[in-house]
């Protein structure tokens, strides 16, 4: 990918990377984790809340399409603001409505973090330019991470923890002022022609798959949990690795090596959960391997979005790869409670072949 890169403002640029932060913040915190964890008690166990997540990943779905149908640069900051504001509402209606008022409260939620992550994206690049992008994605996604995963935090309640996302969430529309976007100038690079942007939405579609099935099994196998996210030292490296690994892959992506880091975040993400799936236990470098392979993933997914400039690119991508890829990820968890071998091999063979061929296209 090579396009001429305007340089960046320090104020919008600061503002661009708490408006990344907010986002995952909001949705690492809240969307992935706390919204769950409050409807379970109103639910027959998890299985009974798979329609509530289909009603989550359609509002998602709903949301990031719309706003590439409404996005227009001038009406940038409004349009990302009012989408901060929708997810802080949402998330205060959730800890005050009970199993009726949850549905369309869910739907909310969808809505209008589908909106903010589509209108964001869209609109990063004439924000923050192109030569650093990478960087200030990196940043970003890894101060959300990091965040995420201090003690304080991480082992809050539900109720405390989307107490927190609504205060990513107003940080993020306050961010949104201050973001002053400048001339749009939009890739024209062969990555966002049609078949380039099918074939990055299979590559980040098997990533966000992969990845999702992975942490619900962390999460749900109490001793993989004890020995991968518990205990103070255990969340500080886990914050830290999360915070390195999305700087080093901001640098490689400004450096156009987006390829290289999907390659890298592949093998990474592929061998923890390889080793994970197996119940091994006793050895940090699993998590180490996680953490840093998810969180270069998730720094090319917000940067190959906000380097096109297209809004109905970056809506595909969430929309298909983010919240579907969530979705069966999840899924397969539940029913499987494991994460087969061979689907480990089929996600990076797809992975690896995306990759490949997308490659001989732009040569």
């Known amino acids: 990918m090579k396009d001429n890169a305007s340089p960046p403002r320090t104020m919008p640029v600061a503002a661009a990377i708490l408006a990344i932060a907010a986002t995952y913040g909001y949705f690492l915190l809240f969307a992935e984790f706390a919204l769950l964890e409050l409807a379970k008690p109103l639910f027959d166990g998890e299985r009974a809340l798979r329609p509530l997540l289909a009603v989550l990943g359609a509002g998602g779905v709903a949301g990031s399409l719309l706003a590439a149908w409404r996005f227009e640069i001038r009406c940038f900051r409004i349009a990302l603001a009012s989408g901060f504001a929708g997810c802080a509402v949402s998330a205060a209606v959730t800890l005050a409505v009970g199993r009726l008022g949850l549905w369309p409260a869910v739907a909310g939620v969808g809505l209008s973090l589908g909106w903010t992550t589509v209108t964001l ?4 690049r004439a924000v923050a330019g192109a030569k650093r992008l990478g960087l200030w994605c990196g940043l970003g996604t890894g101060l959300a991470y990091a965040a995420s995963n201090v003690p304080i935090v991480f082992e809050a309640t539900p109720q405390v923890r989307t107490a927190i996302a609504l205060g990513f969430a107003l940080v993020g529309a306050l961010a949104a002022g201050l973001m002053r976007p400048g001339v749009l100038a939009v890739s024209e690079a062969p990555d966002y022609t049609l078949r380039g942007s099918l074939a990055w939405i299979v590559i980040f579609l098997a990533l966000v798959w992969l990845d999702s099935a992975g942490f619900y099994i962390l999460q749900h196998n109490s001793e993989l949990r004890a020995q991968t996210w518990s205990g103070a030292w255990t969340l500080y490296g886990n914050a830290l690795t999360h915070l390195l690994g999305a700087l080093v892959a901001g640098c ?6 987006i390829g290289g880091t999907m390659l890298v975040a ?9 080793l994970l799936s197996q119940g091994t236990l006793g050895w940090a470098g699993a998590q180490a391997l996680y ?3 998810v969180s270069a993933y998730s720094v090319a997914l917000v940067y190959y979005s906000a380097f096109g400039a297209r809004p109905w690119v970056a809506a595909g991508l969430f929309a298909v790869a983010g919240w579907l890829g969530s979705a069966l990820g999840i899924g397969m968890a539940q029913d499987l409670h494991a994460i087969p071998a061979w689907f480990i091999v089929l996600a990076g063979s797809v ?3 995306a990759l490949v061929v997308r490659q001989s296209w732009i040569r």
């Open 291 to 293: 953490t840093m392979g």
């Open 252 to 257: 490689a992506l400004d450096a156009r090596r």
């Open 351 to 353: 992975v690896s072949v």
């Open 266 to 274: 592949l093998v990474l993400l592929g061998a923890a959960d390889l």
């Open 121 to 124: 994206s869209a609109g990063l």
